[in-house]
Protein backbone atom coordinates (compact mmCIF):
# COMPACT_ATOMS: atom_id res chain seq x y z
CA UNK A 1 0.00 0.00 0.00
CA UNK A 2 0.96 3.79 -1.08
CA UNK A 3 0.38 6.43 1.24
CA UNK A 4 0.92 10.24 -0.19
CA UNK A 5 1.92 12.70 2.09
CA UNK A 6 1.93 16.11 1.66
CA UNK A 7 4.07 19.46 3.40
CA UNK A 8 2.13 20.72 6.58
CA UNK A 9 2.19 23.95 7.20
CA UNK A 10 1.48 23.66 10.74
CA UNK A 11 0.42 20.36 13.02
CA UNK A 12 -2.62 20.62 15.84
CA UNK A 13 -4.43 18.85 18.43
CA UNK A 14 -4.58 16.17 20.55
CA UNK A 15 -3.63 12.47 20.33
CA UNK A 16 -4.16 8.67 22.03
CA UNK A 17 -1.42 6.38 21.18
CA UNK A 18 -1.66 3.34 20.91
CA UNK A 19 -0.61 0.96 23.56
CA UNK A 20 2.98 0.42 24.50
CA UNK A 21 4.15 -3.09 22.36
CA UNK A 22 6.31 -3.29 24.73
CA UNK A 23 3.68 -3.71 27.72
CA UNK A 24 1.10 -5.44 25.62
CA UNK A 25 3.34 -8.23 24.68
CA UNK A 26 4.76 -8.97 28.18
CA UNK A 27 0.69 -8.77 30.13
CA UNK A 28 -0.24 -11.32 26.83
CA UNK A 29 2.09 -13.87 27.67
CA UNK A 30 1.91 -13.29 31.60
CA UNK A 31 -1.78 -13.29 31.65
CA UNK A 32 -2.12 -16.67 29.97
CA UNK A 33 0.26 -17.96 32.94
CA UNK A 34 -1.77 -17.22 35.39
CA UNK A 35 -4.96 -19.11 37.07
CA UNK A 36 -7.90 -17.27 36.06
CA UNK A 37 -9.06 -14.01 34.39
CA UNK A 38 -6.99 -11.06 33.68
CA UNK A 39 -8.93 -8.36 32.21
CA UNK A 40 -6.48 -5.85 30.75
CA UNK A 41 -7.40 -2.03 28.95
CA UNK A 42 -6.03 -0.52 25.68
CA UNK A 43 -3.50 -3.91 25.05
CA UNK A 44 -2.14 -2.70 21.84
CA UNK A 45 -4.67 -3.27 18.55
CA UNK A 46 -0.50 -3.26 16.78
CA UNK A 47 -0.29 -6.54 14.19
CA UNK A 48 3.22 -7.78 16.67
CA UNK A 49 1.09 -7.67 19.96
CA UNK A 50 -1.52 -9.43 18.33
CA UNK A 51 0.56 -11.82 16.81
CA UNK A 52 1.25 -12.57 20.63
CA UNK A 53 -2.21 -12.89 21.49
CA UNK A 54 -2.52 -15.05 18.60
CA UNK A 55 0.25 -17.39 19.57
CA UNK A 56 -1.21 -18.01 23.13
CA UNK A 57 -4.87 -18.69 21.23
CA UNK A 58 -2.89 -21.38 19.65
CA UNK A 59 -1.55 -22.57 23.02
CA UNK A 60 -4.66 -23.18 24.10
CA UNK A 61 -5.70 -19.37 25.68
CA UNK A 62 -8.94 -18.31 24.97
CA UNK A 63 -8.83 -14.94 24.45
CA UNK A 64 -11.56 -11.91 23.68
CA UNK A 65 -11.08 -8.22 22.80
CA UNK A 66 -14.18 -5.80 23.33
CA UNK A 67 -14.21 -2.04 23.33
CA UNK A 68 -10.55 -1.78 23.92
CA UNK A 69 -10.23 -4.44 26.75
CA UNK A 70 -8.90 -7.23 26.56
CA UNK A 71 -9.61 -10.38 28.75
CA UNK A 72 -7.02 -13.25 29.18
CA UNK A 73 -8.85 -16.56 30.22
CA UNK A 74 -5.47 -17.96 31.98
CA UNK A 75 -4.85 -21.57 32.57
CA UNK A 76 -1.39 -21.66 35.08
CA UNK A 77 1.73 -21.95 34.87
CA UNK A 78 0.99 -25.73 33.53
CA UNK A 79 -2.14 -25.22 31.89
CA UNK A 80 -0.79 -24.56 28.12
CA UNK A 81 -0.84 -27.47 25.54
CA UNK A 82 0.36 -28.34 22.27
CA UNK A 83 0.12 -26.43 19.38
CA UNK A 84 -1.58 -27.92 16.17
CA UNK A 85 0.74 -26.11 13.81
CA UNK A 86 3.91 -23.91 13.30
CA UNK A 87 3.72 -20.74 16.01
CA UNK A 88 3.48 -17.60 13.83
CA UNK A 89 5.17 -14.21 15.55
CA UNK A 90 5.25 -13.07 12.59
CA UNK A 91 7.33 -9.50 12.16
CA UNK A 92 7.55 -9.62 15.88
CA UNK A 93 11.12 -10.14 17.19
CA UNK A 94 9.82 -9.68 20.58
CA UNK A 95 7.14 -12.57 20.23
CA UNK A 96 9.60 -15.28 19.13
CA UNK A 97 12.30 -14.21 21.66
CA UNK A 98 10.06 -13.99 24.41
CA UNK A 99 7.52 -16.76 24.03
CA UNK A 100 11.10 -19.44 23.72
CA UNK A 101 12.07 -18.64 26.78
CA UNK A 102 8.18 -20.28 28.39
CA UNK A 103 8.04 -22.62 25.31
CA UNK A 104 11.38 -24.49 25.95
CA UNK A 105 9.86 -25.28 29.45
CA UNK A 106 6.87 -26.94 28.14
CA UNK A 107 6.12 -30.62 28.16
CA UNK A 108 5.18 -30.77 24.43
CA UNK A 109 7.28 -29.58 21.30
CA UNK A 110 6.60 -26.62 19.59
CA UNK A 111 7.98 -24.98 16.58
CA UNK A 112 7.47 -20.79 16.14
CA UNK A 113 8.37 -18.77 13.10
CA UNK A 114 7.27 -15.43 11.30
CA UNK A 115 7.91 -13.52 8.24
CA UNK A 116 10.91 -13.29 6.06
CA UNK A 117 11.79 -10.01 7.97
CA UNK A 118 12.02 -12.13 11.02
CA UNK A 119 13.18 -15.41 9.66
CA UNK A 120 16.46 -13.12 9.51
CA UNK A 121 17.00 -12.14 12.67
CA UNK A 122 19.70 -13.75 14.85
CA UNK A 123 18.22 -16.19 17.77
CA UNK A 124 21.85 -17.23 19.07
CA UNK A 125 21.55 -14.38 21.98
CA UNK A 126 18.20 -16.77 23.44
CA UNK A 127 19.29 -20.33 22.13
CA UNK A 128 22.47 -19.48 24.35
CA UNK A 129 21.28 -18.70 28.09
CA UNK A 130 18.31 -21.05 27.35
CA UNK A 131 20.68 -24.38 26.16
CA UNK A 132 22.42 -23.47 29.81
CA UNK A 133 18.99 -23.83 31.11
CA UNK A 134 18.60 -27.28 29.52
CA UNK A 135 16.48 -26.06 26.84
CA UNK A 136 16.63 -27.75 23.30
CA UNK A 137 15.80 -25.66 20.77
CA UNK A 138 17.54 -25.71 16.70
CA UNK A 139 17.07 -22.92 14.37
CA UNK A 140 17.77 -22.68 11.19
CA UNK A 141 21.38 -23.15 10.06
CA UNK A 142 21.49 -22.91 13.73
CA UNK A 143 20.82 -19.57 14.05
CA UNK A 144 17.55 -17.79 12.49
CA UNK A 145 13.74 -18.93 12.88
CA UNK A 146 12.04 -21.04 12.53
CA UNK A 147 12.87 -21.99 15.89
CA UNK A 148 11.88 -26.03 16.75
CA UNK A 149 11.80 -26.25 20.71
CA UNK A 150 11.66 -29.71 22.40
CA UNK A 151 10.16 -28.88 25.18
CA UNK A 152 11.88 -29.96 28.79
CA UNK A 153 12.35 -29.92 32.54
CA UNK A 154 14.53 -26.31 32.95
CA UNK A 155 17.01 -25.61 35.41
CA UNK A 156 17.91 -21.86 36.57
CA UNK A 157 20.78 -20.68 36.06
CA UNK A 158 22.33 -16.62 36.72
CA UNK A 159 23.16 -15.22 33.39
CA UNK A 160 25.09 -12.07 32.03
CA UNK A 161 23.72 -10.70 29.38
CA UNK A 162 25.90 -10.30 26.46
CA UNK A 163 24.34 -7.63 24.54
CA UNK A 164 22.22 -5.18 26.26
CA UNK A 165 18.84 -6.53 25.15
CA UNK A 166 15.56 -6.47 27.46
CA UNK A 167 14.55 -9.16 25.14
CA UNK A 168 16.84 -11.64 26.06
CA UNK A 169 16.46 -10.12 29.35
CA UNK A 170 12.94 -11.04 29.44
CA UNK A 171 13.14 -14.27 27.47
CA UNK A 172 15.60 -15.70 30.36
CA UNK A 173 13.07 -14.88 33.33
CA UNK A 174 10.31 -16.10 31.94
CA UNK A 175 11.77 -19.72 31.74
CA UNK A 176 13.15 -18.66 35.18
CA UNK A 177 9.17 -18.93 36.03
CA UNK A 178 8.96 -22.95 35.18
CA UNK A 179 12.73 -23.21 36.65
CA UNK A 180 13.57 -24.73 40.11
CA UNK A 181 15.51 -22.32 42.39
CA UNK A 182 16.59 -18.58 41.76
CA UNK A 183 16.83 -17.30 38.14
CA UNK A 184 19.21 -14.47 37.62
CA UNK A 185 20.12 -12.11 34.95
CA UNK A 186 22.86 -9.66 35.09
CA UNK A 187 22.58 -6.34 32.88
CA UNK A 188 25.59 -4.72 31.74
CA UNK A 189 23.66 -1.73 30.84
CA UNK A 190 20.43 -1.23 31.90
CA UNK A 191 17.42 -2.01 29.37
CA UNK A 192 13.60 -1.38 29.91
CA UNK A 193 11.99 -3.13 33.14
CA UNK A 194 8.73 -3.53 32.11
CA UNK A 195 9.22 -7.55 32.54
CA UNK A 196 10.17 -6.69 36.14
CA UNK A 197 7.14 -4.38 36.63
CA UNK A 198 4.23 -7.01 34.99
CA UNK A 199 5.97 -9.85 36.77
CA UNK A 200 5.14 -7.84 40.02
CA UNK A 201 2.05 -7.06 38.89
CA UNK A 202 0.75 -10.69 38.25
CA UNK A 203 1.80 -11.49 42.05
CA UNK A 204 5.69 -12.01 41.41
CA UNK A 205 8.60 -11.22 43.15
CA UNK A 206 11.44 -9.61 41.98
CA UNK A 207 14.62 -8.68 43.45
CA UNK A 208 16.72 -6.46 41.62
CA UNK A 209 20.25 -5.40 42.73
CA UNK A 210 22.92 -3.63 41.29
CA UNK A 211 21.56 -4.53 37.88
CA UNK A 212 21.17 -8.21 38.84
CA UNK A 213 17.35 -9.02 38.49
CA UNK A 214 16.28 -12.51 40.00
CA UNK A 215 12.65 -14.38 40.23
CA UNK A 216 12.11 -17.70 41.96
CA UNK A 217 10.23 -20.65 39.80
CA UNK A 218 7.13 -22.30 40.42
CA UNK A 219 5.42 -19.89 41.84
CA UNK A 220 1.72 -19.32 41.02
CA UNK A 221 1.27 -15.89 38.54
CA UNK A 222 -2.04 -14.35 39.99
CA UNK A 223 -4.84 -12.79 37.45
CA UNK A 224 -4.60 -9.36 37.15
CA UNK A 225 -6.35 -6.06 36.08
CA UNK A 226 -3.84 -3.88 34.11
CA UNK A 227 -3.59 -0.45 32.08
CA UNK A 228 -1.22 -0.39 29.07
CA UNK A 229 0.37 3.39 29.00
CA UNK A 230 0.27 5.01 25.53
CA UNK A 231 3.66 3.85 23.17
CA UNK A 232 6.72 5.91 23.65
CA UNK A 233 7.93 5.03 20.84
CA UNK A 234 5.35 5.28 18.47
CA UNK A 235 4.87 9.33 20.57
CA UNK A 236 8.20 9.51 18.83
CA UNK A 237 7.11 10.01 15.16
CA UNK A 238 4.35 12.57 16.81
CA UNK A 239 7.20 14.51 18.66
CA UNK A 240 9.88 14.62 15.34
CA UNK A 241 6.92 15.96 13.44
CA UNK A 242 5.51 18.35 15.31
CA UNK A 243 8.87 20.17 16.02
CA UNK A 244 9.94 19.59 11.98
CA UNK A 245 6.81 22.03 11.24
CA UNK A 246 7.16 25.10 12.22
CA UNK A 247 3.67 26.80 14.57
CA UNK A 248 3.20 23.13 15.88
CA UNK A 249 1.42 22.48 19.04
CA UNK A 250 0.23 19.14 19.67
CA UNK A 251 -0.96 17.18 23.11
CA UNK A 252 0.15 13.88 23.72
CA UNK A 253 -2.49 12.16 26.20
CA UNK A 254 -1.56 9.06 28.42
CA UNK A 255 2.03 8.55 27.24
CA UNK A 256 4.08 5.83 28.95
CA UNK A 257 7.12 7.79 31.21
CA UNK A 258 8.84 4.88 32.30
CA UNK A 259 12.04 5.80 33.49
CA UNK A 260 13.90 3.22 31.12
CA UNK A 261 12.87 4.60 27.72
CA UNK A 262 12.39 8.07 28.42
CA UNK A 263 15.63 8.77 27.69
CA UNK A 264 13.99 9.75 24.42
CA UNK A 265 12.60 12.67 26.43
CA UNK A 266 15.74 13.86 27.96
CA UNK A 267 17.38 13.54 24.49
CA UNK A 268 14.95 15.96 23.25
CA UNK A 269 14.63 18.56 25.87
CA UNK A 270 18.82 18.48 25.63
CA UNK A 271 18.93 19.51 22.51
CA UNK A 272 16.22 22.72 22.75
CA UNK A 273 12.96 21.10 21.74
CA UNK A 274 10.11 22.55 23.39
CA UNK A 275 8.44 19.34 25.02
CA UNK A 276 6.63 19.50 28.55
CA UNK A 277 4.96 16.52 30.79
CA UNK A 278 2.30 18.08 31.68
CA UNK A 279 1.05 15.60 34.22
CA UNK A 280 2.32 12.25 35.35
CA UNK A 281 0.93 9.41 36.98
CA UNK A 282 1.18 5.70 37.97
CA UNK A 283 -0.89 2.96 36.73
CA UNK A 284 -0.24 -1.32 36.72
CA UNK A 285 3.51 0.30 38.38
CA UNK A 286 4.47 1.84 34.90
CA UNK A 287 4.45 6.35 34.90
CA UNK A 288 2.60 7.92 32.65
CA UNK A 289 1.44 11.28 31.63
CA UNK A 290 0.54 13.73 28.90
CA UNK A 291 2.68 15.83 26.90
CA UNK A 292 3.20 19.19 24.64
CA UNK A 293 5.30 19.78 21.73
CA UNK A 294 5.85 22.79 20.25
CA UNK A 295 7.48 23.24 16.28
CA UNK A 296 11.02 23.98 17.02
CA UNK A 297 14.63 24.13 15.54
CA UNK A 298 16.90 21.98 18.10
CA UNK A 299 20.09 22.09 18.18
CA UNK A 300 21.20 18.27 17.40
CA UNK A 301 23.74 16.38 19.09
CA UNK A 302 25.33 12.75 19.56
CA UNK A 303 24.30 9.55 21.06
CA UNK A 304 26.46 6.40 22.25
CA UNK A 305 26.86 3.90 24.56
CA UNK A 306 23.97 3.43 27.09
CA UNK A 307 22.03 6.78 25.37
CA UNK A 308 22.30 4.87 22.19
CA UNK A 309 20.70 1.40 23.65
CA UNK A 310 17.89 3.50 25.65
CA UNK A 311 16.88 5.19 23.03
CA UNK A 312 17.21 2.08 19.99
CA UNK A 313 13.60 2.16 18.79
CA UNK A 314 13.57 5.79 17.77
CA UNK A 315 16.81 6.60 15.98
CA UNK A 316 15.66 6.07 12.39
CA UNK A 317 12.98 8.86 13.34
CA UNK A 318 15.91 10.93 15.48
CA UNK A 319 17.79 10.93 11.92
CA UNK A 320 15.44 12.86 10.31
CA UNK A 321 15.27 15.13 13.03
CA UNK A 322 19.19 15.77 12.95
CA UNK A 323 18.94 16.59 9.24
CA UNK A 324 16.72 19.59 9.82
CA UNK A 325 18.56 19.95 13.34
CA UNK A 326 21.04 23.39 13.47
CA UNK A 327 24.55 20.94 13.84
CA UNK A 328 23.05 17.74 12.64
CA UNK A 329 23.44 14.16 14.70
CA UNK A 330 26.19 11.32 15.28
CA UNK A 331 25.25 7.99 16.31
CA UNK A 332 27.61 5.36 17.37
CA UNK A 333 27.44 2.01 19.33
CA UNK A 334 24.01 1.39 17.43
CA UNK A 335 25.44 -2.06 15.75
CA UNK A 336 21.85 -3.50 16.60
CA UNK A 337 20.02 -1.43 14.04
CA UNK A 338 21.20 -3.50 11.54
CA UNK A 339 19.89 -6.40 12.65
CA UNK A 340 16.30 -4.61 13.77
CA UNK A 341 13.12 -5.80 11.25
CA UNK A 342 15.42 -3.59 8.51
CA UNK A 343 19.22 -2.86 8.58
CA UNK A 344 17.79 0.35 9.72
CA UNK A 345 21.30 1.65 8.93
CA UNK A 346 20.76 1.48 5.34
CA UNK A 347 17.67 2.30 5.10
CA UNK A 348 17.61 5.31 6.94
CA UNK A 349 20.27 5.85 4.36
CA UNK A 350 18.45 4.65 1.11
CA UNK A 351 15.32 7.17 2.05
CA UNK A 352 17.67 9.63 2.69
CA UNK A 353 19.63 9.34 -0.34
CA UNK A 354 16.18 9.78 -1.88
CA UNK A 355 15.52 12.95 -0.35
CA UNK A 356 19.24 14.40 -1.20
CA UNK A 357 19.72 14.33 2.13
CA UNK A 358 23.31 13.61 2.63
CA UNK A 359 24.57 11.11 5.62
CA UNK A 360 27.56 9.16 6.14
CA UNK A 361 27.15 5.62 7.44
CA UNK A 362 29.37 4.18 9.69
CA UNK A 363 29.54 -0.24 10.47
CA UNK A 364 27.74 1.23 13.65
CA UNK A 365 25.69 4.32 13.05
CA UNK A 366 25.93 7.56 11.76
CA UNK A 367 26.67 11.02 10.87
CA UNK A 368 23.99 13.72 9.39
CA UNK A 369 24.81 16.66 8.92
CA UNK A 370 22.51 19.13 10.15
CA UNK A 371 20.53 22.42 8.08
CA UNK A 372 19.55 19.88 5.25
CA UNK A 373 16.27 20.59 3.39
CA UNK A 374 14.10 17.50 2.12
CA UNK A 375 13.27 16.83 -1.19
CA UNK A 376 9.87 15.43 -1.55
CA UNK A 377 10.61 11.65 -3.31
CA UNK A 378 9.60 8.04 -3.44
CA UNK A 379 10.07 6.77 -0.38
CA UNK A 380 10.21 2.72 1.00
CA UNK A 381 9.07 1.53 4.39
CA UNK A 382 10.97 -1.94 3.13
CA UNK A 383 8.46 -3.54 5.55
CA UNK A 384 10.09 -1.79 8.67
CA UNK A 385 7.32 0.23 10.57
CA UNK A 386 9.88 2.69 12.20
CA UNK A 387 11.45 3.16 9.11
CA UNK A 388 7.91 3.60 6.88
CA UNK A 389 6.62 6.45 9.68
CA UNK A 390 10.12 8.36 10.34
CA UNK A 391 10.24 9.25 6.53
CA UNK A 392 6.48 9.67 6.24
CA UNK A 393 7.26 12.26 8.82
CA UNK A 394 9.94 13.37 6.90
CA UNK A 395 7.91 14.19 4.17
CA UNK A 396 5.99 16.37 6.07
CA UNK A 397 8.67 19.05 5.89
CA UNK A 398 9.60 18.30 2.25
CA UNK A 399 9.25 20.76 -0.84
CA UNK A 400 6.54 18.75 -2.14
CA UNK A 401 4.59 15.94 -2.17
CA UNK A 402 6.00 12.57 -1.41
CA UNK A 403 5.08 8.86 -1.03
CA UNK A 404 5.66 6.13 0.93
CA UNK A 405 5.60 2.52 -0.37
CA UNK A 406 4.55 -0.36 1.82
CA UNK A 407 3.31 1.82 4.25
CA UNK A 408 0.92 -0.63 5.76
CA UNK A 409 3.83 -1.92 7.97
CA UNK A 410 3.52 0.84 10.44
CA UNK A 411 0.20 -1.09 11.79
CA UNK A 412 2.93 -3.79 13.18
CA UNK A 413 3.52 -1.20 16.01
CA UNK A 414 0.86 1.64 15.40
CA UNK A 415 -2.18 0.87 13.97
CA UNK A 416 -3.92 4.59 12.23
CA UNK A 417 -0.77 6.20 12.01
CA UNK A 418 -1.29 8.02 8.65
CA UNK A 419 -5.05 9.23 9.26
CA UNK A 420 -3.68 10.51 12.77
CA UNK A 421 -0.94 12.17 10.89
CA UNK A 422 -3.60 13.57 8.61
CA UNK A 423 -5.93 14.85 10.86
CA UNK A 424 -2.71 16.71 12.63
CA UNK A 425 -2.16 18.56 9.51
CA UNK A 426 -3.06 21.98 9.01
C1 LIG B 1 12.01 -4.61 23.14
C2 LIG B 1 13.38 -4.50 23.28
C3 LIG B 1 14.23 -3.92 22.24
C4 LIG B 1 13.43 -3.10 21.24
C5 LIG B 1 12.20 -3.82 20.76
C6 LIG B 1 11.30 -4.14 21.94
C7 LIG B 1 11.25 -5.21 24.24
O1 LIG B 1 14.87 -4.96 21.54
O2 LIG B 1 14.24 -2.75 20.15
O3 LIG B 1 11.49 -3.02 19.85
O4 LIG B 1 10.01 -5.10 24.24
O5 LIG B 1 11.86 -5.80 25.15
P1 LIG B 1 16.22 -5.66 22.12
O6 LIG B 1 15.86 -6.39 23.34
O7 LIG B 1 16.66 -6.60 21.01
O8 LIG B 1 17.19 -4.55 22.34
Request: hydrophobic letters at 45%; charged letters at 20%; proline letters at 5%.
Amino acid sequence: MQETIRPAVRLEGAVTLPGDKSISHRYGMLAALTAGDSVLHNYSLGADCQSTLGAMRALGISIETSNGVTTVHGKGLEGLSRPDGMLDAGNSGSTIRMLSGILAAQPFGSEIGGDESLSRRPMRRIMDPLGRMGARIAARDGQFPPLSIDGTALRSIEYTLPVASAQVKSCVLLAGLFADGVTTVVEPMRTRDHTEIALQQFGIPVEIRHGAISVSGRRPLQPAELTVPGDLSAAAFILVAALLVPDSDVVLRRVGLNPTRSALLDFLVSIGAPVEVLSIGEHSGELSGDLRVRGAQVTGGTLSGAMTAALIDEIPVLAVLGAASRDGLAVRDAAELRVKETDRIATVAENFRRMGIQITVRPDGFDVPGGQRFQAAALDSFGDHRIGMAFAVAALAASGESTVENAEAASVSFPGFYSLLRDLAR
